[in-house]
């Protein structure tokens, strides 16, 4: 089946610092990639659409300059962390979208915590 | 509109016994209703999911009911157990929304 692998699955920062977070589609192609954050005990939120080749689209409220998205490659997308302060710290997870047929694979998460 | 509505916030069920969880959902647009299980400190993983041109979908212990009339659907969970223990999240999306609109999740605990 479809596996998205998400890297590093915990990081601590300090904080001004910056934090790179890697999501990979290991068996298929992925036009598009999400990126959601999500607070203890809450829902998924999504913080922006990533398409391969493309500027992503920000969902309204989140900073572009302090969430960069990229998504050089039909397999890699990645979400850095500029400037990380206390108040960023959250699970991060990703998400592939594996076909038009509405397949959504999602990565294991990441635990980002600022210092 | 974009709105999944969840319900309960969490459930306790004992072992052996049936878990179920609701959605409503308001966008017509929508037709594909998936269902997805977390884990602590885990992605979601998908566990099933339906589209509108049928009324029930079982996997397993799992079914998915749907009632397009009501805009309504539902998890069911037979012979629940405490492995089952984790949120479960609804989701909702349309062939030009593209993204997945998520319920507001539900903790499940199958006491043994």
């Known amino acids: 089946g479809a596996v998205v692998s998400q890297h590093p699955s915990r990081v601590i920062c300090k904080s001004g610092t910056s934090v790179k977070i890697e999501c990979r589609s290991l068996d298929f192609q992925a036009t598009t990639m999400f990126w959601y954050r999500q607070f203890p005990k809450q829902s998924l939120m999504l913080m922006a659409t990533?398409?391969?080749?493309?500027?992503?689209?920000?969902e309204q409220g989140v900073e572009k300059d302090k969430f960069l998205i990229n998504h050089a490659s039909l397999t890699l997308s990645t979400l850095t962390v500029t400037s990380a302060h206390p108040e960023d710290s959250s699970f991060y997870i990703c998400?592939?979208?594996?076909?038009?047929?509405?397949?959504?694979?999602f990565g294991s998460g990441t635990r980002l915590t600022v210092v | 509109q974009q709105q999944v509505k969840q319900s309960p916030q969490s459930l306790i069920v004992q072992k052996g016994g049936i878990s179920i969880i609701n959605c409503a959902y308001e966008?017509?647009?929508?037709?594909?209703f998936p269902w997805y299980q977390q884990f602590p400190g885990k992605g979601p993983a998908l566990l099933i999911a339906i589209r509108p041109d049928v009324s029930e979908k079982k996997e397993g212990r799992f079914t998915i009911s749907f009632n397009k009339s009501a805009k309504q659907f539902s998890l069911h969970i037979m012979d629940s157990q405490p492995g089952d223990s984790a949120t479960y999240f609804c989701a909702a999306t349309s062939t030009g929304f593209q993204k997945l609109v998520f319920g507001t999740g539900t903790r499940l605990l199958v006491s043994p």
């Open positions: 998400s592939a979208s594996v076909s038009r047929n509405y397949g959504y694979t």
């Open positions: 966008n017509t647009a929508f037709d594909y």
């Open positions: 990533s398409n391969e080749g493309s500027k992503a689209t920000y």
